[in-house]
């Protein structure tokens, strides 16, 4: 069965520091990655998509298949990245269906 | 457009008793999916309905089960309630196709007593 890894639960950092939020996952298949985001007091939406190979607020994502890993990097953090970042996975043909990772909450310091 | 719409927000209810959560999805997607998220847990998959049918279903045991109208707004049914299944219920509708892009909605937080 598939799974994602997040292993740490809280990651803080000082404002204009880099970030790397880290996102391991095991599935014998070609998996498609996503980071989903929850700021303070809002929904979960979606950041980024390993497909689009876009760079969303600045956050980028490689999806390093030898690693199994798809770490989501900031080079300047901002105060306004402070939230809750889950990083998740779809089976090949897995209709929407989504595995979850337990999630990393990132603080950014002044 | 209010996005995904779920009720009620919060609900509270003790051991044994059912209870009915519904969600209404975004304007022109006609897939819903359900997660439930325990407390410092990342969102678990439940179900997912498409054209008012059970499309996939997740590692969860036959208390839970759910519905989707012709009107693709969905609800989902949790009998028989145990203590373990106080977290935020979360839905998320997308296209049938939509490349995993999910939409969520704000939860529903059961509490059981």
């Known amino acids: 069965a598939q799974r994602v890894t997040q292993p740490e639960k809280l990651l803080s950092v000082f404002k204009g520091a880099p970030v790397e939020l880290k996102c391991n996952y095991s599935y014998s298949g070609s998996p498609e990655l996503f980071w989903y985001v929850q700021y303070s007091r809002q929904r979960l939406q979606l950041l980024l998509r390993h497909i689009s190979r876009e760079s969303i607020k600045g956050f980028t994502a490689d999806l390093n298949k030898g690693e199994t890993s798809f770490h989501l990097k900031k080079p300047f953090a901002q105060e306004e990245d402070s939230a809750m970042y889950y990083c998740a996975l779809s089976e090949t043909g897995g209709g929407n269906k989504l595995t979850f990772g337990t999630g990393t909450q990132l603080k950014v310091e002044l | 457009d209010a996005g995904v719409t779920q009720s009620p927000t919060h609900l509270i209810k003790t051991r044994g008793q059912q209870v009915t959560l519904r969600c209404s999805p975004k304007?022109?997607?006609?897939?819903v999916s359900w997660y439930q998220q325990a407390l410092g847990q990342g969102p678990q998959f439940i179900f997912q309905y498409y054209e008012e049918e059970e499309r996939q279903r997740g590692n969860f045991p036959d208390r839970f089960s759910g519905h989707q109208f012709p009107n693709y707004s969905s609800e989902l049914n949790v009998n028989a309630l145990l203590l373990g299944d106080s977290a935020l219920y979360l839905c998320?509708?997308?296209?049938?196709?939509?490349?995993?892009?999910?939409?969520f909605g704000a939860g529903s937080r059961l509490t059981v007593l």
């Open positions: 304007s022109g997607h006609d897939t």
């Open positions: 998320a509708s997308s296209f049938p196709s939509g490349a995993n892009v999910l939409t």
